[in-house]
């Protein structure tokens, strides 16, 4: 993987997402010639239309990017990247309308647009037929070899073997750590030379992930493979690269300490977040103001009780502040006085309230509370005060993702469905670790685009 702005991307996808923007430059070029032949035009040279082409090519691009293109599915699936092109090149058809009425000569003409759209279609399956023909499933991944044979090394070699995996585990070698999980490791005193075995398996990185590191670190092993040029990673820091989130099962405080991340030198990031947050809220709030109002009545009319709810909602640094939402649930949903979690089919929710939530039209009062400054677009989830009581309780650093603001979207929204128990609680947690520790514009960035892709394909809205 490459690491852009404190994000990674596998080379895959980098490599993937280079080619699109060429191919579909090179289709806004060809639909402009071919239409300026059938009109009898002139083709100027390239460089006069440059700045058309440019804008058609970054505006499909954005739209892939936010429908999800370069998901994993998409990666594997041929008719899922056909689906997700067709929904991208509709949602470019939007985003250069726009571009063309608020900035004339900027885009291609709509003839052109027409033409140029038809063969980024063909062109961009085309070349994902011809990448899985010559490379198959296993095109750029990158070969593994374990040092480890207990649980930890189990779990990476399933991760491996998911749709998606940018790597393959080519080993394991079992470093007197306990007992094997892994019956195909070898052990470490039947490999003369380390170094060597990881030449003949081609192994292009090696992963740290003994059970118990105290008096059991390979220290020489580990300095001459480094310094025989061979990438050597550690186990909680490959997971959090392979997986995007922070996991907690074998993460130490020291890791934490002492690795990249939860920088406090973003001054200049966080000022530029709450500038687009302030700009941003204003023109989504007249915008969003006919659906909010529209939606008041239609609670009102639906149900007996107030449009707006307000709930008490942990912020920043642990700050109480007031939530508002549009009600979805009955007003007596926690008659006993008792927080209880969303489920699943919720009969407390009523059938106004189903809609505006599989819409997210209810989540559109809380612009305000981006506008106050009580939350950001993008950031962790915020919780009620009972909740997090008891999830600091029973969740290891579950109170150090109150050290950013949180957000009406977010890294674990995109990232996992939604749910309402322990479990949940604990994976989405991994998720919002990884926002604060790799915080960047790119990844606020990123998360905004794939938010798209969560409304337009909803995975079970509460």
Known sequence: MVRLFKHYVPYAVLFLGLLDVLLLFAAADFAWTIRAHQIGMEVEPIGNRLLPLVSFALALQTAMLAVGVYSAEALQSLRFAAARLLVAISLGVILLSVLYFMLPGTTLWRSNSLYAMLLSFGMLMSMRVA??????????????????????????????????????????????????????????????????????????????????????MPLSDLIRLRTTGVHVNEVSSFLERETGRIDLRSTNPSWLIFSDGFTSGRRLSSVLKRVFDIVASLVLLVVALPLILFGSIAV???????????????????????????????????????????????????????????????????I??????????????????????????????????????????GWAQINYPYGASLQDARAKLEYDLYYAKNYTPFLDILILLQTLRVVLWPEGAR
């Open 131 to 216: 990448l899985q023909r010559l490379f198959g499933g296993e095109a750029f991944k990158r070969r593994v070899l374990i040092l480890g044979a207990g649980q930890r090394a189990l779990r990476i070699s399933k991760l491996a073997e998911r749709d998606g995996a940018g790597f393959v585990v080519v080993g394991h070698v079992e470093m007197s750590e306990g007992q094997s999980v892994i019956p195909t490791a070898i052990a470490r005193s039947h490999i003369d030379n380390l170094a060597d075995h990881v030449v003949r398996l081609s192994a292009s990185e090696v992963v740290l992930a003994i059970e118990e590191r105290r008096n059991a």
């Open 300 to 366: 009102k009319l639906d149900s007996k009780g107030p449009a707006f709810f307000r709930q008490t909602r942990v912020g920043l640094f642990g700050e109480h502040f007031q939530l508002v939402k549009l009600r979805s649930m009955r007003t007596d949903a926690e008659a006993d006085g008792k927080a209880k979690w969303a489920e699943k089919d919720d009969p407390r929710v009523t059938r106004v309230g189903k809609w505006i939530r599989l819409l997210r039209i209810d989540e559109l009062p809380q």
């Open 368 to 409: 305000w509370s981006v506008l106050k400054g009580d939350m950001s677009f993008v950031g962790p989830r915020p919780e009620r005060p009972e909740f997090v009581a008891d999830l600091e309780e029973k969740l290891l650093y579950y109170s150090e993702r109150h050290m950013v603001k949180p957000g009406i979207t």
